[in-house]
């Protein structure tokens, strides 16, 4: 009678270690971004709709481990280096210098970027077609739309004749071909170009002090992650200068920016969610073309407009994909 007492508790103990043995192990995807967490909170939301898209869901079979560099990208390669270490099963990189850290930090774990210029000439891949590597995702167009900010910027403000360039050297991925880009496009223009810098929040304060000093009659935001968490500060100085602003980025034309011009971010995230679910399925990097933005978004804020005094033409009005009241 003991022995069978001893056998039956013996396997009475074992039920829940058997159970835990045949629960699913849940895959883990890295988010690595350069950005701060509420810059991206509607990035991050579309993120996920293109996972559930996919067939999964974040906490239920798929969980997701989030590093934000928050402007600050010498940090990203210690954060790419920890999810390496974590062992995910795929990297989400966005913009390009996380998709470069990514890159340089592992060469077998699956990583989906996003990044604003040609990702070939970046050495992310191999070709659009047929990237070859462990990399794939979305080319958003961030650096070749400049000129077609500069143009939108100068239809919505005729006046102007001297253009603040506001760029981020930290990023150089980004500041030097839209410095070159903008050069170029207001050279056609008959514009004149005046390029500042800013890496911190001080810089950002000195950049728009200078720039009034000058006499710039715009200013031009170039795309960072950066920028995009300094919104608030962006918005409020070009206002309080009485200066108007382009973006590429909507978020800081929703808290006061003036107007935005890019690729439809909601899209692409959407886009990055899907190939990560595709990739957790069994797809390769090699095999998934990179996609190319096709939708892109113009974003006025005429609140804006209205204390600028600028009386925004009815033609972008109408070609506005979003107007701000």
């Not at 191999?126 to 794939?136: D, F, M, Y």
């Not at 000058?214 to 920028?227: I, L, T």
Request: charged letters at 20%; hydrophobic letters at 45%; glycine letters at 8%.
């Amino acid at each position: 009678m003991t022995s069978a007492v001893t056998l039956l508790c013996g396997a009475v103990a074992a039920w829940p270690l058997a159970a835990r043995a045949q629960q699913p192990v849940v895959p883990v995807i890295g988010f690595l971004s350069a950005a701060s967490p509420d810059a991206y909170t509607d990035r991050v939301r579309v993120f996920r709709q293109g996972l559930r898209d996919a067939g999964y869901v974040e906490g239920d079979n798929v969980a997701v481990e989030y590093r934000w560099a928050e402007g600050q990208y010498d940090r990203l390669p210690a954060l790419a280096a920890e999810l390496v270490r974590r062992q995910v099963a795929v990297i989400v990189a966005a913009p390009s210098p996380a998709g470069l850290a990514a890159k340089s930090a592992t060469a077998t774990i699956p990583i989906v970027f996003t990044v604003g210029d040609d990702p070939v000439k970046l050495g992310l891949v191999s070709s659009l077609a047929r990237p070859g590597g462990n990399l794939t995702g979305v080319n958003f167009f961030g650096v070749e739309v400049v000129s077609k900010r500069l143009e939108l910027l100068r239809e919505l403000v005729p006046r102007i004749g001297r253009v603040a360039v506001l760029v981020n050297p930290s990023n150089a991925t980004v500041s030097e071909p839209t410095v070159r880009d903008v050069e170029a496009a207001a050279r056609g223009m008959g514009l004149e170009v005046q390029v500042f810098n800013a890496s911190t929040s001080r810089e950002i304060d000195a950049a728009f002090a200078n720039l009034v000093r000058e006499r710039s009659d715009a200013v031009f935001v170039s795309g960072d992650a950066f920028f995009t968490g300094r919104r608030v500060q962006l918005a409020t100085l070009a206002t309080r200068y009485v200066i108007p602003s382009s973006f590429s980025q909507r978020e800081i034309t929703e808290v006061g920016g003036l107007m935005s011009y890019a690729a439809n971010a909601r899209d692409t995230f959407r886009q990055v969610g899907a190939y990560a679910g595709r990739i957790l399925k069994g797809a390769k990097p090699a095999d998934l073309p990179v996609v190319q933005s096709t939708k892109f978004e113009l974003v006025i804020n005429h609140q804006t407009a209205r204390m600028l005094c600028i009386t925004v033409p009815d033609k972008l009005l109408v070609a506005a994909d979003e107007v701000i009241e």
